[in-house]
């Protein structure tokens, strides 16, 4: 009897390519688009080490854990590197980023995570980007937690480098992940002698093996699952339409967000244009021993806890009215309080966003 997952035919490189084209337009992006088989840190990693060296220097904002991790691969590639860093409750701003750039002319490469579904925040990425193109550094965004959660135009905002993931607003797996590439950035790599190069961060390997020969040959066999499951939930999100998946994201965390302050908890990320689509970070005394409580009382409910924080993860199909209330209850059951105004402060708030 053939298996539905492992008795599958080869996937042929015109497939792959119609997926990699597939990614582009969720992206609307003229860039090239390379398919990164592996999870999100793979590209990122691979595009740090092929655009930083040894005599550049980098800008690393840090608005969330993922900062650090760039900052010390950053270090690690011999770049002299600025540490922008912000309290996780907030936004970075264009104007301190058009700071540091002044402060340190050198600067050539910067780094930015657009959404940060650890702390919750996302940062205004179009206004930045201005900036850095004024400047002309190469511009690295990681936008894996806001892609399919939030408004996000590469190439309108001079994003050289945006690495996204399936696994968050997209609903999809999480070994599969995708970079676009501005002609900067290949150049700004072509030229770097340290840049990998056969080796599975190279980014040049797939230009020359895979684009510049006419994607006609895969060079290594395909990760065929999660490239067939990646070409499904671009599906899933084309028959939605994209604007209404980011509505809905939208929405549960405005519903989030106001639930939680019905049931007297604060939202950890202050300004509410600054909280992100994709989670929803709350401030609460023994959040371990709150979202265990929670989840024993909901065990399906997307929350969980860091440090003095709990967080609903409230994206792909959970970014639902439904999973919202039921993180709602289970928190309201956890703190021993009634969840009815709760449930009703987020059902206003999500159809307010929803018309
Ligand atoms: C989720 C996420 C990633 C991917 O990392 P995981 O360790 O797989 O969660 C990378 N960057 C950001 C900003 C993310 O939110």
């Known amino acids: 009897m053939t298996h539905p997952l492992l008795d599958l035919p080869p ?9 990699e084209q597939g990614v582009a337009d969720l992206l609307s992006t003229r860039q090239d688009v390379v398919i990164t088989q592996g999870e999100a840190l793979l590209p990122l990693e691979g595009c740090i080490r092929s655009g930083a060296r040894p005599g550049s220097t980098a800008l690393n904002v840090v608005t969330g854990p993922y900062g650090t991790t760039f900052g010390n691969w950053l270090r690690d590639c011999g770049a002299g590197v600025v540490d922008l860093a912000v309290p996780f409750d907030t ?29 919750g925040n996302t940062n205004p990425v179009a206004e930045i980007g ?61 030229e770097n002698p340290a840049a990998p190069r056969r080796s599975y961060l190279s980014l040049l390997d797939w230009k ?28 899933r999100i084309a028959a939605e339409g994209l604007s209404t998946v980011m509505t809905r994201h939208r929405a549960a965390a405005a519903a989030t967000r106001a639930g939680a302050q019905a049931l007297g908890i604060a939202p950890y990320v202050i300004r509410p244009e ?27 409910a997307p929350v969980s806890a860091a440090g003095e ?18 993180s709602l209850t289970a928190l309201a059951s956890a703190l021993g ?19």
């Not at 936004?91 to 702390?119: C, G, M, N, Y």
């Not at 937690?145 to 001079?158: K, R, Y």
């Not at 970070?281 to 024993?296: E, I, N």
Request: aromatic share 4%; net charge negative; charged share 20%.
């Open 337 to 355: 309080t009634d969840p009815a105004g709760a449930v009703a402060a987020a059902e206003a708030a999500w159809s307010e966003t929803v018309h």
């Open 208 to 235: 020359e093996r895979w684009i510049d020969a006419g994607r006609t040959a895969l060079p290594h066999a395909p990760a065929q699952l999660e490239m067939l499951a990646l070409e499904a939930c671009l599906d």
């Open 130 to 190: 201005e900036v850095v193109r004024a400047h002309g550094a190469l511009f690295m965004l990681d936008a894996v937690a806001s892609v399919g959660a939030e408004p996000l135009l590469p190439d309108a905002w001079g994003v050289d480098l945006c690495v996204i993931g399936a696994q968050k607003a997209m609903g999809g797996p999480a070994g599969v992940s995708a970079v676009s590439v501005s002609d900067r950035a290949w150049a700004r790599f072509a």
């Open 11 to 19: 996937l042929a490189a015109e497939h792959f390519a119609s997926i």
């Open 91 to 119: 936004a970075v701003t264009a104007e301190q980023v058009d700071r540091a750039l002044a402060e340190h002319p050198r600067i050539d490469f910067v780094s930015l995570v657009h959404a940060e579904a650890a702390t």
């Open 274 to 300: 600054e909280a992100a689509p994709v989670a929803t970070t709350l401030r609460v005394p023994q959040a371990t021993a709150v979202a265990s409580k929670a989840l024993a009382a909901s065990p399906a």
């Open 309 to 326: 924080m709990v967080r609903v993860n409230h994206y792909g199909r959970a970014a639902s009215p439904e999973a919202v209330l039921t």
